[in-house]
């Protein structure tokens, strides 16, 4: 059974936006605060943002100001708004709990961001 299930990526320009969707199953969505991570080549998955169940907010340094992680609960979905993006940010994009709250068997597939310089 997928659980985890993640849309938007592509390519952009550097400057561009993206909107990254994911769709959870209840039993992750409703467990506690929801995340989105990202894996570039060669180098760790990293927590990029999170977002707990009252709406509290958290993200890296490095896209601080530039993204934005939201939840809808009624769509037990995620998203991620991506802008003025640098080609650093160039990863594939996972959701999932936030750290604590990992769901380590239901990593989905992932959305490839590339952005070009």
């Known amino acids: 059974q997928v659980q985890l299930v993640e849309s938007g990526g592509g390519l952009v320009q550097a400057g561009g936006s993206l909107s990254l969707s994911c769709a959870a199953s209840?039993?992750?969505?409703?467990?506690?605060?929801m995340a989105w991570y990202r894996r570039a080549p060669g180098k760790q998955r990293e927590l990029v943002a999170s977002?707990?169940?009252?709406?509290?907010?958290y993200y890296a340094d490095s896209v601080k100001g530039r993204f934005t992680i939201s939840r809808d609960r009624l769509k037990n979905t995620v998203y991620l708004q991506m802008n003025s993006l640098k080609p650093e940010d160039a990863a594939v994009y996972y959701c999932?709990?936030?750290?604590?709250?990992?769901?380590?068997?239901?990593w989905g597939q992932g959305t490839q961001v590339t952005v070009s310089s």
């Open positions: 999932n709990g936030a750290p604590g709250f990992i769901a380590y068997n239901s």
């Open positions: 209840a039993s992750i969505f409703n467990t506690g605060p």
């Open positions: 977002i707990s169940g009252n709406g509290s907010t």
